[in-house]
């Protein structure tokens, strides 16, 4: 073996033992006896650059809070431990040091995450109970129509949301849950009873459609157009049937007055045809009777007119 060589931080002796240098002395790391002594120094160098490497590495992710306190605090440990027994030349004090720092760094970054965690718990509570209020009114109102919509919103909303402690979370889950079913209760009994009056209006409406047609075929002008009149003012109170059933009886009771309509008139126009004929007699009548004036004969006058009379 050659000469040894040393530096600041380490030497190898002549018999290639290889030490390094820390505030607690001097340690064995190893033996060369490969290759010339500068060669072990290199080597031993590099390890501790590899060391070096790796502390830069999580003093990064922790100063940029990309690694959880957890998992930079077992970095840091299995680092410190490599340290005791590194086979590596150089400062190692000062990686210690550094190790150090990063314990304070991440006993920083602990408690901002433990206050962002608090944030988050403290801003999911309060939309949690916006969420449950805003639940409570919708179940209180009859806006049945974007009620269930705004409740399935509602509930993704909820879904995103961190939970909280146990008991504050099924307490306000508790009073979320109730107030859907609340309103799908309601909502329910509502179209129940909405399509319970449809169906009395459509037996109403078909009871109607009937005498409509009854009605259609007579021919006592007055008192049948009096009757369907009456019969329209029953149609107007008798509520809504489905959209469906609605459209379809009301098409048969038009139908059906619409065809008793069609006759009176028919039978009024003949009748306007007949009076328009008698008018023409009647005028030609009287033009005979204004014919016999001045009276020149009585008797003849009288033969005349009684004659126009008859």
């Known amino acids: 073996m050659s000469e040894p060589v040393a530096n600041e931080w380490g030497r190898v002796d002549t018999d290639g033992t290889v030490y390094v240098r820390t505030a607690d002395g001097e340690r064995v790391i190893g033996s060369w ?8 120094l290199a080597f031993f160098s590099r390890r501790f650059d ?10 990064q992710r922790v100063s940029a809070a990309r690694t959880s306190p957890d998992a930079a605090a077992g970095s840091a440990e299995k680092l410190r431990a490599s340290l005791e027994t590194a086979a590596a030349i150089g400062d190692l004090d000062s990686l210690k040091r550094r190790l150090a720092d990063i314990d304070v760094a991440i006993g920083r970054l602990r408690e901002s995450r433990r206050q962002e965690r608090a944030e988050a718990q403290h801003q999911a509570r309060a939309s949690k109970q916006t969420i449950v209020q805003t639940a409570e009114q919708i179940a209180a109102s009859p806006d049945w129509r974007t009620g269930s919509t705004r409740l399935r919103e509602l509930l993704d909303e909820w879904k995103a949301l961190p939970r909280l402690d146990r008991a504050t979370d099924d307490e306000l889950w508790h009073r979320f849950s109730a107030a859907r079913t609340s309103f799908t209760r309601a ?10 009056r449809r169906e009395v209006a459509k037996q109403a409406k078909q009871a109607l459609v009937a005498e409509a047609r009854e009605l259609s075929t007579s021919t006592e002008w007055g ?5 369907m009149r009456e019969l329209m003012t029953r149609w107007k109170k008798a509520g809504r049937a489905s959209r469906e059933d609605d459209d379809r009886l009301w098409g048969q009771f038009r139908e059906a007055q619409d065809a008793f309509f069609r006759a009176r008139d028919a039978a009024n126009a003949e009748r306007d045809s007949e009076f328009a004929a008698n008018l023409v007699a009647k005028e030609a009548l009287l ?11 009585a ?12």
């Open 287 to 297: 033009i005979e009777a204004e014919a016999l004036l001045p009276v020149t004969d």
């Open 223 to 227: 008192a049948t157009s009096a009757a």
């Open 50 to 59: 590899d060391l070096a490497t790796q502390l830069t590495l999580l003093e």
């Open 299 to 310: 008797v003849a006058a009288r033969a005349a007119l009684r004659q126009i009379q008859d």
């Open 33 to 40: 006896q490969a290759d010339e002594p500068d060669a072990a």
């Open 187 to 196: 909502r329910k009994a509502h179209f129940a009873e909405v399509e319970q």
